[in-house]
């Protein structure tokens, strides 16, 4: 008796968090620098902190995290970030690294990244 409610607790907890595609739209494309940010912000609260004690870490980290999304714009090696509005209204900003879509482009949301409906389906049907 235990063991299958056990089974079932667990099914439920499986099935609760599976990744389930949910249709959406592009409504706004937007550069993604996040990770220049990271990379400079970490790097400058490093010397900021060794220099400045922990005051010196927070301006550096901030100082840092600015100016390495903006050298990455420079340079143009930002990555592409979406606005994306689902079906049921929820604005979401979401990174794709391995598909470029334009505004009104119709799109499955999959885990964290949007892909093609046709490329979902093509998934799917696997």
Do not use: C, W
């Given at each position: 008796?235990?063991?299958?409610?056990?089974?079932?607790?667990?099914?439920?907890?499986?099935?609760?968090?599976?990744?389930?595609?949910?249709?959406?739209?592009?409504?706004?494309?937007?550069?993604?620098?996040?990770?220049?940010?990271?990379?400079?912000?970490?790097?400058?609260?490093?010397?900021?902190?060794?220099?400045?004690?922990?005051?010196?870490?927070?301006v550096g980290g901030i100082l840092g995290a600015w100016?390495?999304?903006?050298?990455?714009?420079?340079?143009?090696?930002?990555?592409?970030?979406?606005?994306?509005?689902?079906?049921?209204?929820?604005?979401?900003?979401?990174?794709?690294?391995?598909?470029?879509?334009?505004?009104?482009?119709?799109?499955?949301?999959?885990?964290?990244?949007?892909?093609?409906?046709?490329?979902?389906?093509?998934?799917?049907?696997?």
């Open positions: 008796m235990l063991g299958k409610r056990i089974k079932a607790i667990g099914v439920v907890v499986v099935l609760s968090h599976a990744s389930v595609p949910q249709a959406a739209e592009v409504i706004a494309h937007r550069a993604d620098n996040l990770s220049g940010q990271m990379i400079g912000g970490g790097t400058a609260v490093l010397l900021g902190g060794a220099a400045g004690g922990p005051i010196g870490a927070i100016l390495g999304g903006e050298v990455q714009q420079v340079t143009g090696a930002s990555g592409d970030a979406y606005l994306v509005k689902t079906d049921d209204g929820e604005v979401l900003r979401l990174r794709s690294p391995n598909h470029q879509f334009e505004v009104g482009d119709a799109v499955s949301i999959q885990g964290i990244r949007p892909v093609p409906v046709a490329h979902a389906a093509a998934i799917k049907s696997d």
